[in-house]
């Protein structure tokens, strides 16, 4: 059985429980298991097919660790052609899928070699042309100067030349420098600046060298655009001001007016057309780093005989690049099998993961610098029979460097492995198991309910909730995140998506929602507070009236976190403290999308006065449906448990009364402690009025 997202929970969970072996994808598996929908204790067998990705919150982790955790006699199988080259990092998938032996097969053991193809590799080199040189000098000595100036800075100092690997440290560290000691060092901040700058100009020099002149002039002309806004950093600003970059762009405007274009795109074209010459059935993937340049080949090799190409990229939106989604993608791998397509221009989306048949020539547009991106686009051909893969490479460039830096981690990764064949090599991973006395005064965690808006279910703070004993309910909420009681509401932000969602003006039509609905909103505010200042173009002074916004005009307190760690478990506590040792259950009204019809009917009764989660699920099950609640009598409603005379007859009142008559409404009786009479709930319902919200925020969040 295949099992996919796009099969529904109830079909998906229907065929967890019939089938014996199931194929199915990562994400749908963690999903079901975060919510409760499905439980691995019965499988003898998990099979991790490129097990590699099994670090960091990739759904591999999370989904082997309940397999351990749950499972009575637990197995797992791992399986990658690429594991990399660094020993800590093959390690850590080992210890992430509880891996305790490595075995290493290869094309050339006796037991493997009558089952593989050989994969013929070849490399076609080009020389840039004289305009092009022209251009990169222009560009080496803008980096020189910016070079200079950062080791009169104190950064680099020593270093001829700084690689992208070097730019980033520094920034990193430039960036950890100004949370420490910004407002006595004002230099860090030209410093940083600089390296800003150091690292647009050596992107523009990858895809001059690299790519061709589309991909470049792409660049220039949105760093012109973006100079000229008055929002703009110091650093394009800075970049597009210097007379060397202002000549390297009026050459490539010229290149671009004579169509003049990288002579990979030449060797390309010549590959092809001899390729489909040779052999008009036979299928390529052209594999290019940039979705920018993919447009720009399309472009090139349209209305040349025999060659019927198609881009083919991942499902986001990059500007004005519209990706594929799932669909077209299938559509374009099925148009590809039956022979519309012969050849796919392809991202990195189609190295792994995809069922793309099988090809006869792969062509790597540049090298790529990652081993295990090397060996899955290479493993794209040579299935059925013998493979061939050509790669370009400009001379005396980046694509040399790349190439072999690919082919040095190729080598250490087999020698990393061969290492790592005795167990002793294999740290255990241990499982947190056994019960603490302290477990016991930390209450129930089964208990603990939490609502999860669905764009948050598969982050990594909901992996932890359940981790921590929750009770995963994923729903399409209309306010918030998180949902942990009646009255609390939780909206969850990184420094970054909160500065971004105040450029947009996002946060604070959230907030009036969260502030509407709900009588104790929450804003977690996690990562490092003093990034607030420095992570984007945003005055200070800015920043600072926002969060005095949000406290005093809309009344929300912020809490800090330092991590997804910390956060899970601040959501996690408030939930406990709100919901342990009390009766009352969360009422539905969440948001009427993605509810069940069953949910649904909870929805419509909990509107009515006086009417909690109990009560509306002890009416539906006395009378079977909300239209014969609306029939019943003063006297049918008060056969129902906790349904007294005052409530009944102001039901019945509320369900037959004319809209419209004048009356003012009644107050609703209460107890002394502001629940509703014989509920132990808060009054009032969830998520009431916010179908029509205003945002009176928007022109607050416009002004910074």
């Known amino acids: 059985m295949t099992m996919t997202g796009t099969m529904g929970p109830e079909k998906r969970r229907a065929a967890f429980e019939k089938a014996k072996i199931i194929s199915a994808t990562p994400q749908s598996i963690q999903n079901d298991l975060v919510s409760g929908e499905i439980s691995l204790a019965d499988f003898g067998l998990v099979v991790f097919d490129e097990s590699h990705r099994a670090i960091g919150e990739y759904s591999y982790v999370f989904i082997a660790e309940q397999y351990m955790k749950t499972a009575k006699k637990p197995l797992i199988l791992a399986l990658t052609a690429s594991p990399g080259g660094e020993e800590e990092k093959i390690q850590g998938v080992c210890r992430n ?320 492995l061969r290492q790592m064949q005795s167990p002793k090599a294999i740290p255990e991973k241990k499982l947190a198991l056994q019960t603490t006395l302290t477990k016991f005064t930390e209450g129930y965690g089964d208990k603990v309910i939490i609502y999860v808006d669905s764009r948050e279910q598969a982050s990594s703070a909901t992996i932890k909730l359940k981790e921590l004993g929750a009770a995963i309910n994923v729903k399409q909420l209309e306010v918030g995140d998180y949902i942990l009681s009646d009255e609390v509401v939780v909206e969850r932000k990184t420094v970054g998506d909160f500065l971004g969602s105040i450029i947009d003006g996002r946060l604070f039509g959230q907030l009036t929602a969260m502030s509407t609905n709900y009588s104790a909103p929450l804003l977690i505010l996690e990562g490092e507070q003093r990034e607030l200042y420095t992570l984007r173009n945003i005055h200070e002074n800015a920043i600072r009236g926002v969060l005095a916004s949000i406290a005093l005009n809309y009344r929300i307190p912020i809490l800090y976190t330092q991590d997804i760690s910390e956060s899970a478990q601040l959501i996690y506590q408030i939930a406990k403290r709100e919901q342990l040792g009390k009766e009352n259950e969360i009422r539905l009204r969440i948001g009427r999308k993605g509810l069940t019809v069953k949910e649904q009917q909870q929805f419509v009764l909990e509107g009515f006065p006086l009417v909690g989660p109990s009560l509306a699920k002890a009416l539906l099950k006395k009378f079977g449906s909300v239209r014969s609640i609306v029939n019943a009598s003063i006297k049918e409603l008060q056969e129902v448990e906790k349904m007294g005379p005052k409530k009944a007859k102001r039901v019945h009142e509320v369900l037959n009364a004319h809209y419209g008559t004048g009356e003012e409404s009644k107050p609703l009786p209460k107890d002394g402690n502001g629940f509703d009479e014989a509920e132990n709930e808060p009054a009032g319902a969830f998520g009431e009025g916010n179908d029509e919200m205003e945002n009176p925020g928007t022109d607050e969040g416009n002004n910074h």
Request: hydrophobic letters at 40%.
């Open 97 to 416: 899928l509880f891996i305790k032996n490595v075995e290493i097969k290869t094309h050339t053991d006796e037991d493997v070699r009558d089952y593989v193809n050989p994969i013929h590799v070849e490399w076609v080199k080009v020389d840039l042309p004289l305009k092009f040189l022209e251009a990169k000098v222009l560009l080496e000595r803008f980096q020189k100067s910016q070079v200079e100036a950062m080791k009169k800075l104190g950064f680099g100092i020593g270093k001829r030349y700084f690689s992208r690997k070097d730019m980033l440290m520094m920034q990193g560290r430039i960036r950890h420098e100004l949370l420490q000691r910004g407002k006595t060092a004002p230099s860090l901040y030209a410093a940083a600046s600089k390296i800003a700058a150091l690292l647009k100009v050596a992107h523009a020099l990858t895809l001059l060298e690299t790519q061709g002149t589309y991909a470049l002039n792409e660049y220039m002309q949105k760093m012109s655009t973006e100079s000229g806004n008055s929002g703009a950093s110091r650093a394009v600003k800075s970049v597009m001001a210097d007379e060397n970059i202002q000549k390297a762009k009026a050459i490539c405007e010229e290149l671009m007016r004579e169509k003049v274009v990288h002579p990979k795109l030449e060797a390309l074209k010549h590959i092809l057309v001899a390729q489909f010459h040779e052999n008009p059935e036979s299928k390529v993937i052209v594999f290019n780093h940039y979705r920018d340049n993919i447009r720009s080949i399309e472009q090139y090799l349209q209305g040349i005989k025999d060659i019927r190409a198609a881009r083919f990229v991942g499902q986001a939106t990059k500007g004005e690049d519209k990706g594929l989604s799932q669909k077209e993608q299938g559509e374009i791998i099925s148009e590809l099998r039956s022979g519309k397509y012969n050849c796919l221009l392809a991202s990195s989306v189609a190295e792994e993961g995809l069922d793309i048949p099988e090809v006869d020539l792969v062509v790597f547009y540049e090298p790529v610098p990652s081993e295990i991106r090397m060996i899955q686009r290479k493993g794209r051909t040579g299935r059925k029979s013998e493979g061939r893969a050509i790669i370009l490479l400009c001379r005396d460039t980046r694509d040399e460097a790349f190439y072999y830096a690919s082919r040095s981690k190729e080598a250490k990764m087999h020698s990393t």
